[in-house]
């Protein structure tokens, strides 16, 4: 009893533990916030940089039409694949894709603008993209390709049907032959400077059957419409057409590059169909067991992801160090207090007291340094959390700084997620720290001789 009195005695009636308390408030909340704001970033960035991607991408390679020497054999078409594909438990969705690469400019293929474009380093760079062939009712299920449609992009533009993107552009009337149709990502479509019906050309080179050679082709699209994923990269260098479009316009023999896949559930399920999917394929001599043949999005997205890991990783253990220094005032005030109290101390051991209650004594002013540091920070810390997009609008406006530039990220608004049990941990942590700290001052007020310390003034 006299432990949990003292302590409480000792810590209200002197003013330097609020020192050790407002460092543990300050240590606790700001690593809550922090790892708050850091987690809904990677969050975010994860939901973001995914855009239409889907859960796994399978990529037999090569694919030939016919067995090669070692008797691998992918058929043009990806039916046998994709009955694989869906024959795996836990498997919700899959879908061919054909992609390719080239150029695009404003203009049919026989227009002098198209050529002079092209022509140039500067813009061929630019109107460098990644052309990919798709089949519609499939994709939408595998990709969420349909939202990207249905968001209204930036410059207002979309397509007339989200159900069907290839439809003719209201408007437009063919001259002469009906031409396949194309859609733009939103940045892509901003750099043109086209509108839906406008005349686009695709150039790029295909090999010959004939002559066994590499030649420049083209092909004049209408565009669609535009869509948009939120992510910068895809919505400039990303355009979508007709998978079966597209397969005619380069003559190959296979019809398809990669199967998507999506799972029902992908964090529960990924390893397993990974596994499956492998062997199955395997067994049919559809891959040749290179890891790149079966791929997930996140292994696509691998550097970002790790990045944004390592830095919460890194933000937490800087952080910590303002609990540590926390801990080391705590340590400084005990200290003193020893010293002060080497009276107090002696009439305790000649009244009975243990050197164990001696030492629970001090551990305990530490214990209470630590929980009400700790509780209010937690708290403070949470709020916060929950409160921070309102709060940096609130600040921004005051101070008239720009804290958050929106533009430069996939998101609008400061993401956080609190996790309970970083919160529990971050407290459990806090209190670990206070009284390890606490122990050498406490150990040395048991060990204390009685007799010297009644003698000290």
Known sequence: MFRSFLSWRYLLHRRTNLIGIVGVLLGVGALILILSIMTGFLEQTRASVRGTLAD??????????????????????PDEVLRIVRSIDGVR?????????????????????????????????????ELVGIDVASEFETTGFDDALRLTPTRGFRVADPDAPFARPPGYRPDGLEKPRIVLGDALYGRLR???????????????PESKTLVGSNKTFIVAGSFRTKDNEVDA????????????????????????????????????VRDELRAKLL?????????????????????????????????????????????????????????????????????GATPRGVMQLFL?????????????GAILG????????????????????QIFDRTIYYFDEIPSVVEPLWVAVIV???????????????????RMDPLEALRYE
Do not use: H
Not at 319 to 348: N, P, W, Y
């Open 93 to 129: 969705a899959a879908t061919p894709q054909y992609t390719w690469y080239g150029m695009l400019a404003p203009g049919g293929a026989d227009t002098a603008n198209a050529t002079e474009i092209l022509s140039r380093p500067l813009d061929s760079q630019q109107n460098a993209i």
């Open 382 to 401: 949470t709020w916060m959390a929950i409160k921070i997009d309102p709060l940096e609008q609130w600040l921004s406006k005051t101070f008239g700084v």
């Open 194 to 208: 086209v509108q839906r019906g406008d005349e686009l050309t695709f150039l790029t080179v295909v090999f010959d």
């Open 428 to 446: 459990l942590g806090a209190f670990a720290c206070a009284l390890v700290f606490a122990a050498i001052p406490a150990w040395r007020a048991a």
């Open 237 to 272: 260098r990303r355009a979508y057409v007709e998978r079966e479009v597209l397969a005619d316009f380069l003559r190959n023999d296979a019809r398809y590059t990669d199967v998507l896949v999506m799972l029902a559930d992908y964090d529960q399920d990924a390893p397993r």
């Open 56 to 77: 796994f991408f399978v990529r037999p390679a090569p694919l030939l039409a016919a067995p090669d020497p070692e008797g691998l054999g992918v058929p043009p078409e």
């Open 283 to 351: 067994d049919a001599k559809l891959i040749d067991g290179q890891p790149a043949e079966i791929i997930s999005w996140e292994d696509m997205r691998a550097v970002l992801l790790g990045a944004i890991r390592n830095e919460r990783v890194l933000m937490a253990i800087m952080l910590s160090l303002i609990l540590v220094v926390a801990c080391f005032s705590i340590f400084a005030i005990l200290s003193m207090m020893v010293t002060e109290k080497r009276r107090d101390i002696g009439v305790l051991t000649a009244l």
């Open 364 to 376: 305990m002013i530490a214990f209470w340094d630590a929980l009400v540091g700790a509780v209010i």
